[in-house]
Nanobody
Framework: QVQLVESGGGLVQAGESLRLSCVVS????????MSWYRQAPGKQRELVAA???????NYGDSVKGRFTISRDNAKNTVYLQMNNLKPEDTAVYYC?????????WGQGTQVTVSS
């Protein structure tokens, strides 16, 4: 059973940074497409960033140049470094794993950016 546990969310001011972590069990991040999504109140869930098994990152247009997705294979953990945060980045952030056995989600972590 694949399990994803996010952490690192919080309340910050505009311009500050946060790093989200997603600890993964039941699959290896090195062979799994891992992604971060977010959902703001009243909006659809959107892709923030993804990293392929080969290590190729992909970003949503609204976060390009500010967010960086990475992984630590030894810790089986995926990270999302978020810099220069804006109030419109406020959302619940979810870790996602796409594996041969299906798609899995974490419980989410709240990120709130005040202006």
């Amino acid at each position: 059973q694949v399990q994803l546990v996010e952490s690192g969310g919080g309340l910050v001011q505009a311009g500050e940074s946060l790093r989200l972590s997603c600890v993964v069990s039941g699959t290896l991040v090195s062979i799994t497409t891992m992604s971060w999504y977010r959902q703001a109140p009243g909006k659809q869930r959107e892709l923030v960033a993804a990293i392929s098994p080969g290590g190729l990152p992909n970003y949503g247009d609204s976060v390009k140049g500010r967010f960086t997705i990475s992984r630590d294979n030894a810790k089986n953990t995926v990270y999302l470094q978020m810099n220069n945060l804006k109030p419109e980045d406020t959302a619940v952030y979810y870790c996602n794993a796409w594996t041969w056995s299906g798609e899995y989600w974490g419980q989410g972590t709240q990120v709130t950016v005040s202006s």
